[in-house]
Nanobody
Framework: QVQLVESGGGLVQTGGSLRLSCAAS????????IGWFRQAPGKGREFVAA????????TYADSVKGRFTISRANAKNTVYLQMNSLKPEDTAVYYC??????????????????WGQGTQVTVSS
């Protein structure tokens, strides 16, 4: 059974940076696409970024393109989300999720079948 644990969230000022980590147990993580999603208060879950199982392909939401970078270290069973130039509208609970084996990653939440508990990111203005 896959377990995902996010960490690295916190409170930061506008323009600041944070690096989120998603650590996984299980034998399939390193062969699976991984996505980051977020949910702000009163809003639905929103796609942020995804990375292929090899790390060779990435995709981003337009709202974070150029500011966020997703990467992975399969030897550590960990995926990262480097967030720079943070804005108040980035405030949300951030979740990582495991998708299909040998896939490139998707922006659709229903293509992910294991989710972490989330980590809070708050950006103050």
């Amino acid at each position: 059974q896959v377990q995902l644990v996010e960490s690295g969230g916190g409170l930061v000022q506008t323009g600041g940076s944070l690096r989120l980590s998603c650590a996984a147990s299980g034998h399939t993580f390193s062969r699976s696409a991984i996505g980051w999603f977020r949910q702000a208060p009163g809003k639905g879950r929103e796609f942020v970024a995804a990375i292929s199982w090899t790390g060779g392909a990435t995709t981003y939401a337009d709202s974070v393109k150029g500011r966020f970078t997703i990467s992975r270290a399969n030897a550590k069973n960990t995926v990262y989300l480097q967030m720079n130039s943070l804005k108040p509208e980035d405030t949300a609970v951030y979740y990582c999720a495991q998708g299909c084996l040998y896939c490139t990653g998707s922006s659709y939440s229903n293509e992910y079948d294991a989710w972490g508990q989330g980590t809070q990111v708050t950006v103050s203005s």
